[in-house]
């Protein structure tokens, strides 16, 4: 099944940027496509990015498009998510997800960013 | 990218079913055997209860069941326990994303 955790949650200002890292064990990280999801205080899940088993198909929802890039080093076993121009919205326990059965399989337990001045 | 509609609530006794509907579009639930279905403690990850629409991860109790009509899926709870309450939250993929329904908060009574 494997495991995934989370970090780089911080505080940072509006127009900041900051670079979630996803950690994986106990699967073949390089066969799964990973996703990025997250949850807003008090609010429902959100999905927000996928990307494919070798990195080269991505997709983002409309939201953060243009300013969320996704990525992952298959040789590290990480799955990264770099957040540039960031607003107070997208304040939220960020989680990231093995992608299987076109499903979210397995989750971290997430980081939390906050922005905020 | 429209969230799916799922009720706000929904409530039953322990031992009895409970069904939580999720409606989409032709553009996602209906268009695709891709609804997912998940089950989120307070304060914990969310965790997958139902995948293409009615197939059970390993370890998931078969009192849980999938269904889908037309442009709307349905998540049963059967003998509901009072470990059943928690946030379902269904998903579809959409072509080329994914989206979520807004949330139902199951209480056991």
């Known amino acids: 099944e494997g495991q995934l955790v989370e970090s780089g949650g911080d505080l940072v200002q509006p127009g900041g940027s900051l670079r979630l890292s996803c950690a994986a064990s106990?699967?073949?990280?390089?066969?799964?496509?990973m996703h990025w999801v997250r949850q807003a205080p008090g609010k429902g899940l959100v999905w927000v990015s996928r990307?494919?088993?070798?990195?080269?198909?991505?997709a983002y929802a409309d939201s953060v498009k243009g300013r969320f890039t996704i990525s992952r080093d298959n040789a590290k076993n990480t799955l990264y998510l770099q957040m540039n121009s960031l607003r107070a919205e997208d304040t939220a326990v960020y989680y990231c997800?093995?992608?299987?059965?076109?499903?979210?399989?397995?989750w971290g337990q997430g980081t939390t960013v906050t922005v905020s001045s | 990218q429209s969230a799916l509609t799922q009720p706000p609530s929904a409530s039953g006794s322990p031992g009895q079913s409970v069904t939580i509907s999720c409606t989409g579009t032709?553009?996602?639930?209906?268009?695709?055997?891709?609804v997912s279905w998940y089950q989120q403690h307070p304060g914990k990850a969310p965790k997958i209860m139902i995948y293409?629409?009615?197939k059970r991860p390993s370890g998931v109790p078969d009192r849980f069941s999938g269904s889908k009509s037309g442009n709307t899926a349905s998540l049963t709870v059967s003998g509901l326990q009072a470990e059943d309450e928690a946030d379902y939250y269904c998903?579809?993929?959409?072509?080329?994303?994914?989206?979520f329904g807004g949330g139902t908060k199951l209480t056991v009574l």
């Open positions: 997800a093995r992608g299987q059965w076109y499903a979210m399989g397995v």
């Open positions: 106990g699967f073949t990280f390089s066969r799964d496509w």
């Open positions: 990307i494919d088993f070798d990195g080269i198909t991505t």
């Open positions: 032709s553009s996602d639930v209906g268009g695709y055997n891709y």
């Open positions: 293409e629409v009615n």
């Open positions: 998903c579809s993929y959409t072509g080329s994303s994914w989206v």
